[in-house]
């Protein structure tokens, strides 16, 4: 399937244009409402994106998490499926597929990613073993790791906080950096596992390169640290490590995949993401760490053979993780990240780069400098790109962070705008809309203000918490777009 000779098809005449390599032949209708109908969802929903009903949104930008297109090949799969709630043929056939996608041994199901955290958390964080290092935090993960009384440090390279920036590979670790976290929190002893996460989620989809896996697991093996490594987000990194890393330009896929596996001691990661239908699972080789684990799935999930899954998505990912190993499946996020990249940076607006995978994501920082940190200028810009567009994308900035425990704000590192390219789902037309009316938006940025709580949940507050414009700098907003655009859509 995977054809190694070349990663995209090029235009004779030099353009650069995503190309589809898929046909759709299921659509679904979505609706633009006008720019005041927008307003008064946006106001009813608590400026929160998370919570606006589908109806009302354009472009669903939120997040690629089980929204990716998938393939007939998926679609007839899950007719397929063996129900049972024990010693389903679904579940062999999907342990097989991970047995010959990672070349591990054993795999354990769970109802989606941060299931598999839960179960990771509560194996190895403990009073001991309080400390998870990683290259970067991911929402869910920490706040698994903070449940059981334990701390996230963080090595990422200090390029991996820039938002501007050409390093190919922002998501490697910082070798020093791992070696004095490790002696500052005490020793090997004290930490519970390293993590890598691929295609680095929360500073803008980075790729880890392979040669900084390597150096890492080096680092583990030789200090006795458990190696964990989050694959929800290796369809784009994969694809990073094949196109960018030189080395790799030759390698099939299935080698690169095997490879990376080898230097792990555990992998977990998302169905909703890796596979492209729903679900999640945690692989090892080893028995030891398998058997911690293990009881876990039964007591959290569901029994051994299905984990909490439906076996009509666990059918869909078996042949979604076969289809990881096609480049021209993989390549397709990354195209399109890059083509909405390119056109917003013609508008003069400030995006992340290099363009990584999982979705384009727009700097707030620079992008509206007069809000600060303190009133959530991601929150607020993606709450001004939904009323100006009806695209809806995800705040990853402070908003996203928890409260020190004294009640103060913890301001995040970046604050990003996340558009979201879910795999095959918009067009190139969609993505020049979305980047036309933030183009709009930039050039109209000084009537953005920020927003304040009105209702702050106390753990993972981005999602269901509500907000409301500091003055009503958002009613503006909408009547000067309407006098530039008097249809209002
Ligand atoms: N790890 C990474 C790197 C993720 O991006 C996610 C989810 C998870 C773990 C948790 O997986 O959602 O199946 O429980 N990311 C989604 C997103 C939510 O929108 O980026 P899950």
Redesign the pocket.
């Given at each position: 399937m995977s054809d190694n000779s070349y990663t995209r098809v090029t235009f004779f005449s030099g353009e650069n244009v995503p190309l589809e390599m898929h046909k759709a032949r299921m659509v679904q209708r979505i609706h633009l409402i006008s720019a005041q109908e927008r307003l008064s969802v946006l106001t009813q929903t608590g400026n929160n994106t998370f919570l606006l009903p589908n109806r009302d949104v354009f472009l669903d930008m939120?997040?690629?998490?089980?929204v990716n297109a998938m393939s007939e090949v998926q679609y007839a799969a899950m007719l397929m499926a063996d129900d049972s709630y024990a010693g389903s043929e679904t579940f062999y056939r999907l342990e097989k597929t991970i047995q010959d996608f990672f070349g591990t041994q054993f795999f354990l199901p769970a109802h989606?990613?941060?299931?598999c955290?839960n179960i990771l958390a509560s194996s190895y964080v403990t009073a001991e073993t309080p400390t998870v290092i990683t290259n970067y935090h991911?929402?869910?993960?920490k706040a698994h790791i903070l449940l059981r009384g334990g701390q996230v440090l963080e090595a990422i390279s200090d390029a991996g906080l820039s938002t501007q920036s050409d390093l190919p590979f922002k998501g490697d670790y910082d070798l020093d950096k791992l070696d004095a976290l490790v002696r500052g929190a005490g020793g090997p002893g004290k930490i519970a596992f390293a993590r890598i996460?691929?295609?680095?989620?929360l500073i803008g989809g980075q790729p880890v390169s392979l040669g900084n896996m390597r150096e890492v697991s080096a680092y583990c093996r030789k200090n006795g640290l458990l190696l964990v490594f989050?694959a929800?987000?290796l369809a784009d990194n994969l694809y990073f490590i094949k196109t960018r890393e030189e080395e790799c330009r030759r390698r099939s896929l299935t080698e690169i995949v095997r490879e990376i596996a080898s230097l792990m001691d555990v992998i977990y990661f998302?169905?909703?993401?890796l596979g492209c239908a729903r679900g999640?699972g945690i692989c090892t080789s080893n028995r030891k760490e398998y058997m911690r684990m293990r009881d876990l799935v039964p007591l959290y999930e569901g029994f051994l053979t299905y984990g909490g899954m439906s076996v009509r998505e666990m059918e869909a990912m078996a042949v979604g993780i076969r289809e990881t190993l096609d480049i021209h499946n993989i390549s397709q996020t990354p195209l399109f990240v890059e083509a909405l990249g390119q056109e917003l940076q013609a508008k003069g607006v400030p995006v992340v780069t290099p363009f990584g995978g999982?979705g384009c994501h727009v700097d707030a920082s620079r992008f509206i400098p007069q809000v600060p940190q303190e009133q959530y200028p991601a929150a607020a810009l993606c709450s001004a790109i939904y009323l100006v567009s009806g695209v809806r994308g995800?705040e990853r900035g402070t908003l996203s962070e928890s409260r020190n425990p004294d009640g103060s704000e913890h301001l995040s590192n970046m604050e990003l705008v996340r558009l979201?390219v879910p795999k095959r789902v918009f067009t190139h037309s969609q993505l020049k809309f979305a980047a036309d009316r933030i183009g709009w938006l930039h050039e109209n940025r000084d009537l953005i203000g920020g927003l304040a709580f009105e209702d702050e949940p106390r753990t993972l507050r981005f999602f269901l918490g509500r907000l409301k414009p500091i003055g009503d700098w958002q009613r503006r907003l909408v009547e000067k777009f309407v006098q530039d655009m008097p249809s209002g859509l």
């Open positions: 939120l997040t690629d998490s089980g989606q990613g941060r299931a955290e991911f929402t869910t993960t996460e691929a295609g680095t989620n989050d929800s987000l998302s169905g909703r993401k999640g999982l995800m979201a």
